[in-house]
């Protein structure tokens, strides 16, 4: 079959492909940047300076970033601990890991709320410790943590089930201490999926709007997110201060994304490199 | 591989630089004192301007600079969040009932209401919004009860000002204000307010969203405060203010928060700022944006832009709060049965 040639309908299809995902992702991005700049250059610029839109950016991607670090550590371990261990409980650990997926944002504030608020649960522990979570960074901390759990978890559990462990019984009769076999033989394979893994937790802890701003109350300067920030300003009529808000969180996302696909590019390439090198 | 660790580096070395800086927290100095607002959203644009007046008057009495803290959510939303935890100084919200919610809780244990205002810092009344020209010659209440003419109004249930509107219909109904309602019949004045509902095409869950999707082009009139209209215009829209003949005076009220300012200890800032909130100067600023204000002699200043009411009644027509949120708003009450019969479409 020649894969040159394509008859009308292939064309037809791809045309329509191209049409639905370009009308879809780049028609309201291309609107959005119209209205941040419908004032010209200044009034953008002037929005991205202000202390209270620095504050909420800066707020929304210290939040984001350790929620990264923390997911990657620990959404490893439990991946791995799901996939390579057997316990009693296992089916429900797995499916609790969806939880966060199913559940809307908004509630899951208010469930912080019902845990850490002053009529709390864990009220009477916190509060002589002077801990404050609710309408605090923390509670912002804690929300972004509950609603970007499964990502890093989805992401690692297939590659985990995949690896090869002969390569590990390979490595442990060659003597290698299962430190060396994890930074040497079994990191390298997670490595893609783990890039990809902190990318989508990224993206989606800088995105998250209904949770935080149950559990932090959007308080200026202190608890309000780059979400809220935008939120807010759209209500207010402020649409070039929400707009231009909106373009600098979202390139920052596209730009995340953006690194981890070249990352995965290289490394594919790299791989197919080395495998045409064996095939010799 | 290369780019894999530098990757790595990057994040790691910006994540020690964020638990570093963060470690930093501002501490309270001699000469910087913090106040905490928590506030409903549509006096935004006033506080902030008024709070810089404040800051620099603060400053020239006590050589004290005020950092200020502020939130802006829903009143309903504002008065909860306060209750399950945010400390706000001083709370300014919609309507009374949200203030009661967090004196209930035990977090305020002063007489809020003892002061020459009764704890009200601006006011407000019900009106319309039609568009341009007023294609639909809307007048008076009356006319929102024609077939086929679509009515925006926020939801009471999740906007605690909505209420007012649902008030000024029922309460004009009942004054007989209404042509064709008899005066003090409870039963044709919510027969009135059926009529009114069925007629009501979109119901947000906030004001501010359902005067925003009013000028979007939905619907022919949307029931909204003054305010609304008021700051709406001045961003340059074109809708137009009706006020009915019989409408309800909106009451914004304002507190001091005693369990946040005892453990803070602001609670003489909270009052002087309280105090400033009053002065000419502060409640020129709310006339501006579109509030009417309880200071006399600014309110005689601005009389051209706020037209009276020929009959102008407040909750204390009900009852109070607490009889209206029964009465009204409570689960059998007379909002919950209009709205359900004309959801079941009889």
Redesign the interface.
Known sequence: MNSQKKGLGAWGIILLVMLYTGVLIIAPILALIFGAFSEGLAPAIKTLGSSIFLDALWLSL?IA??V??VQTLLGTIVAWIIVRHDFRGKAFLKSLVDVPFAMSPVVVGYML?LL?????FL?PIIEPLGIKV??A?PGIFLATLFVSLPFMIKEMIPVIENLDRKQEYAAETLGASSWTIFWRVIF?QL?TAL?YGMTLTFARALGEFGAVLVIG????????TTTMYIF?SL???HFVEAYSAAILLGSFSVMIVL?AD??KR??EK?QSQEEAVERL | MKSYRSFLFIFITLIFCLTACSSGETSQSEDEVKLILGAYTTPREAYGEIIPLFQEYWLDKTGQRVIFEESYLGSGAQSRAVVEGFEADIVALSLEADVNRIQNAGLITHDWKAGEDKGIITTSIVTFAVREGNPKNIRDWTDLAQPGLEILTPNPNTSGGAMWNILAVYGAAQRGQIEGVPADSPEAAEEFLKQVLSNVSVMDKAARDSILNFEKGIGDLAITYENEILVGKSSGQTYERIIPTSTILIENPIAIIDASVDKHGTRDLAEAFLDFLYTDQAQEIYAQHGLRVVNAQVAADYEEDYPPVEDLFTVDYFGGWDQIMGEIFGEDGVYNRAILQVQRGE
């Open positions: 210290k970033l350790l990264v670090a709320l850490f608020g002053r009529n709390g009220a609710a309408f960074t390298p490595r890039i109350g959007g308080i200026q300067g202190r608890t309000e807010r209500d207010e009529r690194i070249s990352i290289r490394e790299h």
